[in-house]
């Protein structure tokens, strides 16, 4: 089992990424506590309480910054709420065998459907569908990396809100925000911006966890020793990812999510056929 000293000093790190990628921290600071040794569902309760801070540490900065859109984040999270509850009550009943190939597949299709953006650094122009339109799911931001202010508008939101729907149920199932799986959903079906989706992202995984964390507590597998130090650190780091994220451009963002979602890919189903 690692020390408290340095689960905080990972978390500041993963807190860091996690704000500029959107994944929100516990889909990296999950598979770091297994290797480490803590069983699998220990560390899905104190990655939930990771993916809060994370949350907290970066939404202030990014609705700020007009970089969240706040009407898209209400809207999905209707959905994402109601998966993590029903994901966070099946997890106790599944095998941790099965939780890690859940895990690896869940990323690798994030993974599979923004490889083929890469050199997008702003979506192309959309015609919305009525429901979209409706619901005026449209914004702009100043991007300080391309020195002028991006107008979007999104379409599809109702294959987004499926879409959220198992993204929410992923989350309680596995003990992560969701991240990586929404910000395919906000990518390539609402066509959001590569940073409107990593803000908007974190501003709807803190209350996709919330939503969930209390049945890991009433479980009794939320160990406090551990969940403490990891939200210090998260919150930290993500503090800061949260302050610098405009400053990079949309590409770069892209690239460093897939990287880690790759890493995270092959984590787990190294740990999932190793497991005895």
Do not use: C
Request: charged share 10%; proline share 3%; no cysteine.
């Amino acid at each position: 089992m690692v020390d408290m000293i340095t689960i905080l000093i990972i978390s500041i790190i993963v807190g860091f990424l996690g704000a500029l990628t959107g994944l929100g921290g516990a889909s990296i600071l999950i598979p770091i506590l297994v290797w480490s040794g803590v069983p699998v569902k220990y560390a899905i309760a104190s990655g939930m309480v990771a993916i809060i801070a994370t949350s907290s540490g970066s939404a202030a900065s990014y609705v700020r910054e007009r970089i969240t859109n706040v009407k898209a984040a209400f809207y999905l999270e209707i959905f994402t709420v109601m998966g993590a509850i029903i994901g966070a009550t099946i997890t106790t009943l599944i095998a941790p065998r099965l939780l890690y190939f859940l895990f690896a597949g869940f990323l690798l299709t994030s993974f599979y459907g923004l490889s083929g953006r890469l050199r997008e650094d702003f979506p192309e122009t959309v015609r919305q569908d009525m429901l979209s339109e409706w619901l005026e799911l449209e914004g702009s931001y100043y991007d300080q990396a391309a020195g002028k202010e991006v107008e979007y508008k999104m379409t599809n939101a109702g294959f987004a809100a499926v879409g959220m729907l198992i993204a929410g149920l992923a989350a309680g199932m596995l003990g992560i925000g969701a991240g990586a799986f929404k910000v395919s959903v906000h990518e390539l079906l609402l066509k959001m911006p590569s940073k409107v989706s990593s803000a908007t992202s974190n501003f709807i995984i803190g209350m996709t966890a919330l939503a969930g964390v209390s049945v890991y507590f009433a479980s009794g597998l939320l160990f406090v020793g551990l969940a403490a130090p990891m939200a210090v650190g998260v919150t930290i780091g993500a503090a800061v990812g949260g302050r610098v994220l405009n400053r990079f451009p949309n590409r770069v963002i892209r690239y460093l999510f897939l990287v880690i979602v790759l890493i995270l890919i092959l984590q787990m189903l190294y740990k999932g056929v190793t497991l005895q």
